[in-house]
């Protein structure tokens, strides 16, 4: 069974930087994530130093909310045992070698940040697991290098499209490019949500619109309190938006229908209410020939012959009486 093709959409909820450096927090989110029904919980682990030149202004920002290798190691084991997919996003190579070495992650998602690092790239060749490679702000070029690279030995591999500017605007978002990454590559297509929290119909309905549009695996950022404007809180959902949008965006499969033409039970309820359907215009006897002057159609609240079957019962004789407004049934004819 491949890792994300169990479920359509595949729900992640992206822990990221909410827990503010503090691994108290940490252990407290991913349990809150837990009880979101999201497929998978994903966690990204940086060393500021290895990531971030100390000129550049986040860099102190970025070195406050760091939790070292050693700590994450020990929150992760509160979770060893639980069945729950986790996935790992590692901004360098460093902690990279550290996922890879606490046999904890089934999956990885490779940052667009490093998809043109060659020694990043060269590591990831030698692990075997799924892949999703973040697209963001990346040119066509530069995602076909790293996904003929990375696109080896039948592994499983995702291009996450979404990006994240606090918050993304609704006209920056660009659902047609999922379109064309399904028409352009052999692989599974993800979607990044990072539009405002806020904006309550569009944080939830972008993302169902990637999925109809082809999204198979839908990213969503997740926090513990939005109101306390921790990392990335523009675009996370509290716990309980996080559980309400997983169960909203799992449904819509239902809503959606299938993609071949087919009426379910409710239309053809429907169809026996509203459309019409033959009945005896005049009394017709038994034995006599059935003419179209003779037919007309008629709301009759039972299933019968539509305008389109009239030809069943034209010209053939009736083997009984019909009374004005009585359903014609082709059983009710003889040749």
């Avoid at 809150?32 to 994903?42: E, N, Q, V, Y």
């Avoid at 202004?57 to 020990?74: A, D, G, R, T």
């Avoid at 986790?86 to 070495?101: G, K, N, Y």
């Avoid at 169902?208 to 839908?218: D, E, R, V, Y």
């Amino acid at each position: 069974m491949k890792f994300f093709s169990k479920q359509n959409p595949f729900v992640i909820a992206e822990i990221a930087s909410s827990h503010d450096g503090n691994p108290v927090k940490l252990n407290k989110i991913i349990n809150d994530s837990l009880k979101t029904k999201a497929d998978g919980i994903k966690l990204q682990i940086f060393s500021t130093d290895s990531l971030v030149s100390k000129n550049n202004k986040l860099y102190k920002n970025l070195k406050k909310i760091e939790i070292k290798f050693n700590i994450i190691k020990e929150v992760l084991k509160n979770f060893k045992k639980h069945k729950k997919k986790f996935i790992v996003e590692p901004f360098d190579i460093e902690s990279l070698i550290f996922a890879e070495s606490i046999n904890f992650f089934q999956a990885i998602k490779v940052p667009s940040a490093c998809l043109e690092e060659s020694k990043y790239i060269k590591l990831l060749k030698k692990i075997k697991k799924p892949l999703i490679l973040g697209i963001g702000g990346t040119d066509l070029l530069s995602i076909k290098k790293a996904y003929d690279k990375l696109n080896q030995n039948n592994r499983e591999i995702v291009l996450m499209l979404g990006f994240q500017n606090f918050p993304t605007k609704v006209n920056d978002v660009q659902l047609n490019k999922i379109k064309f990454l399904k028409k352009n590559f052999n692989c599974l297509i993800g979607f990044a949500d990072h539009t405002d929290s806020n904006e309550y119909f569009l944080s939830r309905h972008i993302p169902i619109l990637a999925h109809h549009f082809g999204a198979n695996i839908i990213e969503k950022h997740i926090t513990i309190n939005r109101k306390q404007k921790g990392p990335d809180y523009y675009s996370a959902f509290d716990c309980n938006e996080f559980k309400e949008f997983v169960e909203i965006i799992k449904s819509t499969s239902k809503w959606l229908g299938k993609k071949k033409w087919m009426l379910n039970y409710a239309e053809k309820k429907y169809a026996t209410f509203a459309k019409k359907y033959a009945v005896a215009k005049k009394l017709i006897y038994k034995g006599s020939f059935i003419k179209t002057e003779d037919v007309a159609f008629k709301r009759t609240n039972l299933p019968g012959l539509s305008p389109r079957k009239i030809n069943l019962i034209l010209g053939k004789k009736a083997k009984r009486n019909l009374k004005p407004d009585q359903i014609i049934k082709v059983s009710d004819t003889t040749k």
